[in-house]
């Protein structure tokens, strides 16, 4: 039998197990969190019950549940008509609303019954979404064009745009166009701008939202950030002032309405604050509440009609700060408003025969801005140990009451390197020490939050109504010993009625074992249950750069053009050389190995050093949401033997994207020994466990990674196996 002839009847095989080795319904369409644009939909699904309950619903607990009306039915078919006449929400779907549905497996003994997921999609809504500029955005420029993404089923749309909301949100009979871009003309500067699209079907007119920007030279940037949380109860506001006003109006209060609507004679109005004084002293603020503010500018041209100012944000926290470290800055010490972090934090710069403590970078910004638990900035601190202890030490002007509100715990969120020396890490709180559990403390890699009782800096005497100093350092204080150095980091130094979590949780894991194993086509041809090329469920390849990709003649032995899914046995017999040494491994494993994938035809002309083999292995979008920031890790199994010569250069690069947005680096293996990135070939490195900082940033919500090797030919192989994902709780 032909190559090609056998690839195509195995493919066939492999898809029908695909379709029926699931236990329970399975490949929904449309797919999870599809956008069906339509009013009606043919939902289907795999599965190898002999009957199926459909559930469907636009309540998700109700689906899930069975309650309600969303039970439609027990039947055979592997589809189901929803919107349509004559079929299940005859009147057709609603615009802007997601289903949910469910498929329940009915297996052949007719009791057995295997309940589903509840799978969604959504239909798109009528109005106009999408805005560009984004709804708040600050200093946009005088020619910006709008643009939006339509309404569905929309065919025309009318733009509304000015300096007015009532105005804008109370307009009617404008022009309609096709086009879902506008050029408002030349947009004028320090001016906020409304704009609303409303869309029309043929049928009915939908008003939209109304949306608004900012023009260069307006009044911004506020401080805290729109929408941040966790701020301190007794917050200095502060924004950029519009380039030519002469003074600004604030507004301030619980309630967004009211502060949008609120005139000088408000209660939410704060005061007047002069050009070159853009602060104001919020006061005390309750805990853990939303707060809303506004800032006008005022011109002396015009003073009693003031450019009202964007509605902005913030929540405050739930605990009392001590130190976030947002404040610092970097102007020079002479300047009035100068704050900068080593000055806050006293160290060993001045004392270094018995200090070997240093905060901050030797040129600014003198506080880390990338290596953050939250906000913006954290405090590096370098310790050198040689001199017998390292502090910094930070006398306090505000948050001295350590009993407020029922406060009972320090929490200290810190983050060291595995290459620091052990040295031993302690708080003193007026005096009092107390040392971390972990005499190794500093070589932990990622954001751990330290929670200190403060009932121990009671026993020692220290009144907690009054507390005046915090210094963190590291060695034996009260016998200082010479030890070894490191560079650490500390953020969010805060007080709070509970401990913070402090165990790690797991975010998501993939051990192959869900994959359905098929028959080979090339390599020990007919071989059953020990081979696939189609990934887990959410999972996707790309193996269009491996030469040959597509046509099975000339694309090297099929089983290894890209990223593979086998029996780990079996490969291990396919030809060992050292892959049984991948002892960490079970059952089904995730395997590039283009050394076996050379040992067949490749496309006429193939050069490897012109056409390298490269395949990507991507994971599927990965809720974070729940996991601090700087403390995501990625674990999983490897076995690693790389090739190195003047044809080809084995080379693997993982990644990871964050909330779509561009790829990050995490780890780079080359097989290049003269590289820092080498990774040689060795016994450990062909059955390891891999630990990888991921780094989440504060705003990322999900996370998607990528596996890939490149610039291979006829080199060795890499496999992965048990990857998990883990972070520490919020």
Not at 596 to 606: A, F, I, K, L
Request: some cysteine.
């Amino acid at each position: 039998m032909c190559k090609k002839l056998i690839f195509l009847v195995s493919l066939a095989l492999v898809l029908s197990m695909a379709g029926n080795g699931w236990a329970g319904a399975s490949k929904p369409i449309p797919a999870d969190g599809a956008i069906v644009e339509d009013t009606w939909a043919n939902i289907a699904w795999e599965g190898a019950g002999i009957s199926f309950d459909v559930y469907f619903g636009d309540n998700f607990d109700n689906v899930k549940d069975g309650t309600a009306d969303t039970f439609q039915g027990n039947q055979t078919t592997k589809f189901y008509i929803v919107g349509f006449p004559g079929f299940a929400f005859p009147d057709g779907l609603i615009p802007g609303t997601t289903y949910y549905w469910r498929i329940d497996e009915i297996q052949a003994d007719g009791t057995t019954i295997h309940t589903g997921s509840v799978w969604s999609f959504s239909i798109p809504g009528k109005i106009a979404k999408n805005p560009d500029p984004p709804d708040g955005t600050e200093f946009v420029e005088a020619d910006a064009m709008l643009s939006w993404t339509e309404g569905f089923g929309a065919k025309l749309h009318t733009v509304y745009i000015g300096t007015n909301f009532d105005e804008v949100n109370n307009a009617a009979g404008g022009s309609s166009q096709a086009p879902k871009t506008y050029s408002p003309g030349p947009l004028e500067p320090e001016k906020v701008y409304y704009w609303r699209v409303d869309e029309f079907d043929a049928v009915e007119t939908y008003k939209g939202e109304v949306w608004s920007f900012t023009t260069v030279g307006a009044a911004g940037s506020p401080n805290p950030s729109n929408g941040a949380v966790d701020v301190s109860q007794e917050p200095i506001l502060s924004w950029k002032p519009a380039d030519t006003a002469s003074s600004h109006q604030v507004y301030l209060g619980t309630d967004a309405d009211a502060v949008n609507n609120a005139t000088t004679a408000s209660p939410e109005y704060k005061g007047s604050k002069a050009a070159g004084d853009e602060t104001l002293d919020a006061g005390q603020l309750d805990w853990d509440k939303m707060y809303y503010w506004r800032v006008d500018a005022v011109y002396d041209a015009d003073p009693g009609n003031p450019v009202k100012g964007l509605v902005w944000s913030f929540t405050t926290a739930n605990f009392l700060v001590v130190d976030d470290f947002e404040s610092y800055n970097d102007l020079n010490e002479d300047e009035p408003e100068s704050n900068r972090i080593y000055l806050a934090w006293v160290d060993g710069f001045d004392n270094p025969a018995v200090n070997g403590a240093l905060v901050g970078y030797e040129n600014p910004p003198f506080a880390e801005q990338t290596i953050v638990h939250g906000g913006m900035q954290s405090m590096p601190l370098f310790y050198d140990n040689a001199v017998g202890n390292s502090e910094a030490t930070k006398t306090l002007t505000s948050t001295r009451d350590w009993t407020e509100n029922g406060v009972n715990t320090l929490i200290i969120y810190f983050r060291g390197n595995w290459k620091n020396a052990p040295e031993q890490m302690y708080v003193a709180v007026n005096g009092a020490v107390v040392n971390h559990d972990n005499p190794a403390a500093s070589q932990i890699g990622i954001w751990t939050a330290w929670n200190i009782d403060l009932q121990l800096f009671a026993d020692q005497g220290v009144n907690l109504t009054n507390v005046n100093t915090i210094a963190i350092g590291f060695g034996d204080k009260s016998n200082p010993q010479a030890g070894g150095s490191g560079t650490m980091f500390f953020d969010d130094i805060r007080l709070s009625t509970a401990p913070a979590p402090v165990g790690k949780f797991l975010l998501f894991e993939e051990d192959f074992e869900g994959v359905v194993l098929g028959t080979t086509v090339e390599e020990s041809a007919g071989t059953e249950e020990v081979w696939t090329n189609i990934p887990p469920e959410g999972w996707s390849v790309d193996n269009s750069g491996v030469p040959g990709f597509g046509d099975p003649a000339i694309d090297g032995v099929t089983e290894w053009a890209g990223w593979a899914f086998v029996n780990r046995d079996w490969w291990f017999t396919v030809d060992p050389q050292g892959r049984d040494n991948f002892q960490k491994s079970q059952g089904a494993i995730a395997v590039v190995d283009p050394d076996e994938w050379d040992d067949s035809t490749h496309p006429p002309g193939y050069n490897v050093a012109e056409d390298p083999y490269d395949t990507w292995l991507t994971t599927p979008a990965i809720d974070i949401t729940g996991a601090q920031a700087g403390t995501i890790q990625l674990k999983f199994d490897s076995t690693w033997r790389p090739e190195f010569d003047g044809d080809y250069h084995q080379s693997a690069l993982i990644t990871a994207s964050f909330d779509g947005g561009e790829e990050i680096e995490l780890a780079l293996w080359l097989s290049d020994s003269s590289s820092p990135n080498f990774k040689p070939e060795s016994l450990a490195n062909e059955n390891e466990t891999v630990v990888i900082n991921v780094d989440n940033p504060t705003w990322a919500t999900s996370v998607v990674l990528t596996f890939g090797m490149f610039d291979a030919g006829n080199d060795w192989w890499w496999a992965i196996d048990n990857i998990q994902l883990t972070g520490f709780p919020k």
